[in-house]
């Protein structure tokens, strides 16, 4: 940038230091590093020009060693044109971050810098704590002023808590990062189950967890299969639900949604961890589980460590659940009872002698 100088008449002795800059507005600076002409015109370049507002040159009313062909000092001025300065700089800090969590995921929403610097915002990139993963997303060409952009991340891990923070790109370069957003903690509260995957229904099965606390979360092993190992005298026509919960603290419900009606009769029981096996419906070893009139819903709840976690770890809990029905005998049918070895020799003697009673009756 430079401003023209003019003079009244000839003059010499001009040099740099006898002129300043003037913000007259902004933030605008600078510093003179050169003046060059001779007789009454003279460039004075401004250099090292930096923030935004407005600028005006002013020839200094003392000590400047300029004069005319006599002698005579020249007076100081200040009534030259401003000059409007407009640096582009790297956007500000975006304010606002806030975060919603998924199943291994979040989801970034923040407000616009006060300031694109003078270049509009091309990016804005976030980056989790912790693991520093970033996330970005770009702003469409074109857009108004103040456009952003939600920011997707995938891969996290659930039950950790993560906070994030973001910031702003544009053709200049990239400012400095927002506050942190509030903690949040990706989790799985719901495993769903293709149709066909509950033995003996057709339909799609759900499982969903509440209670535990705010990190507790399902692991997406686990679900609706086939049973392994069954309880004497009975069987496990629809399988079994299993599922593993990390980061809980105290009892966590569980709601299985089944695709059509459990049958009957049916009942439930659960591995006690001893080789045995117990009813959950039982008041004494009670776990609250319920079943709908429609025998499609089963809700029950498990503590930490408590009676059905078959994981001792604290915070972890592993639950298998079976629904099952009684045992038939083979084929359907009632077994006949059968007469003793001395029964059979009895019922014999017994025919025997109303033979030879009948006998000696006819004689």
Same mark, same amino acid.
């Given at each position: 940038?430079?401003?023209?100088?003019?003079?009244?008449?000839?003059?010499?002795?001009?040099?740099?230091?006898?002129?300043?800059?003037?913000?007259?507005?902004?933030?605008?600076?600078?510093?003179?590093?050169?003046?060059?002409?001779? @007789?009454?015109?003279?460039?004075?370049?401004?250099?090292?020009?930096?923030?935004?507002?407005?600028?005006?040159?002013?020839?200094?009313?003392?000590?400047?060693?300029?004069?005319?062909?006599?002698?005579?000092?020249?007076?100081?001025?200040? @009534?030259?044109?401003?000059?409007? $300065?407009?640096?582009?700089?790297?956007?500000?800090?975006?304010?606002?971050?806030?975060?919603?969590?998924?199943?291994?995921?979040?989801?970034?929403?923040?407000?616009?810098?006060?300031?694109?610097?003078?270049?509009?915002?091309?990016?804005?990139?976030?980056?989790?704590?912790?693991?520093?993963?970033? @996330?970005?997303?770009?702003?469409?060409? &074109?857009?108004?002023?103040?456009?952003?952009?939600?920011?997707?991340?995938?891969?996290?891990?659930?039950?950790?808590?993560?906070?994030?923070?973001?910031?702003?790109?544009?053709?200049?370069?990239?400012?400095?990062?927002?506050?942190?957003?509030?903690? $949040?903690?990706?989790?799985?509260?719901?495993?769903?189950?293709?149709?066909?995957?509950?033995?003996?229904?057709?339909?799609?099965?759900?499982?969903?967890?509440?209670?535990?606390?705010?990190?507790?979360?399902?692991?997406?092993?686990?679900?609706?299969?086939?049973?392994?190992?069954?309880?004497?005298?009975?069987?496990?026509?629809?399988?079994?639900?299993?599922?593993?919960?990390?980061?809980?603290?105290?009892?966590?419900?569980?709601?299985?949604?089944?695709?059509?009606?459990?049958?009957?009769?049916?009942?439930?029981?659960?591995?006690?961890?001893?080789?045995?096996?117990?009813?959950?419906?039982?008041?004494?070893?009670?776990?609250?589980?319920?079943?709908?009139?429609?025998?499609?819903?089963?809700?029950?709840?498990?503590?930490?460590?408590?009676?059905?976690?078959?994981?001792?770890?604290?915070?972890?809990?592993?639950?298998?659940?079976?629904?099952?029905?009684?045992?038939?005998?083979?084929?359907?049918?009632?077994?006949?009872?059968?007469? &003793?070895?001395?029964?059979?020799?009895?019922?014999?003697?017994?025919?025997?002698?109303? @033979?030879?009673?009948?006998?000696?009756?006819?004689?």
């Amino acid at each position: 940038m430079a401003f023209l100088v003019t003079f009244s008449e000839t003059v010499t002795g001009v040099d740099r230091t006898d002129f300043s800059l003037t913000t007259t507005s902004g933030t605008a600076a600078g510093t003179v590093p050169q003046v060059t002409g001779s @007789g009454a015109s003279y460039t004075v370049t401004v250099g090292n020009i930096s923030g935004n507002g407005s600028l005006r040159l002013d020839l200094k009313g003392s000590g400047t060693g300029i004069v005319d062909a006599v002698g005579n000092p020249a007076a100081g001025y200040a @009534g030259g044109s401003v000059h409007t $300065v407009a640096v582009l700089t790297a956007p500000g800090a975006p304010t606002g971050a806030q975060a919603t969590a998924g199943n291994g995921q979040a989801t970034v929403t923040f407000t616009a810098p006060a300031s694109d610097g003078g270049s509009p915002i091309t990016r804005y990139t976030a980056t989790a704590a912790p693991g520093g993963a970033t @996330g970005y997303c770009d702003v469409p060409t &074109g857009s108004p002023t103040g456009t952003v952009c939600p920011i997707a991340f995938t891969g996290l891990a659930n039950g950790t808590s993560y906070t994030f923070t973001v910031k702003a790109t544009n053709t200049v370069g990239t400012g400095p990062d927002s506050g942190a957003s509030g903690a $949040v903690v990706p989790r799985l509260l719901q495993i769903s189950a293709p149709a066909g995957a509950v033995p003996g229904m057709a339909g799609a099965a759900t499982a969903t967890l509440s209670g535990g606390g705010t990190a507790c979360t399902l692991q997406a092993s686990g679900g609706f299969g086939a049973a392994g190992a069954k309880p004497p005298g009975f069987d496990a026509p629809n399988g079994q639900f299993s599922f593993t919960a990390e980061h809980c603290s105290g009892a966590v419900q569980i709601v299985l949604q089944y695709p059509e009606p459990l049958p009957a009769d049916v009942r439930f029981r659960k591995p006690d961890g001893a080789g045995g096996w117990f009813d959950p419906q039982d008041p004494a070893t009670s776990l609250g589980l319920t079943l709908t009139n429609n025998r499609q819903t089963v809700t029950y709840q498990i503590t930490d460590n408590g009676r059905g976690d078959a994981d001792n770890t604290p915070g972890t809990i592993a639950d298998p659940l079976l629904p099952v029905v009684p045992l038939a005998a083979p084929g359907g049918a009632h077994a006949i009872p059968t007469l &003793g070895a001395w029964a059979l020799a009895l019922l014999s003697a017994l025919l025997g002698a109303l @033979g030879w009673r009948r006998a000696a009756t006819i004689k």
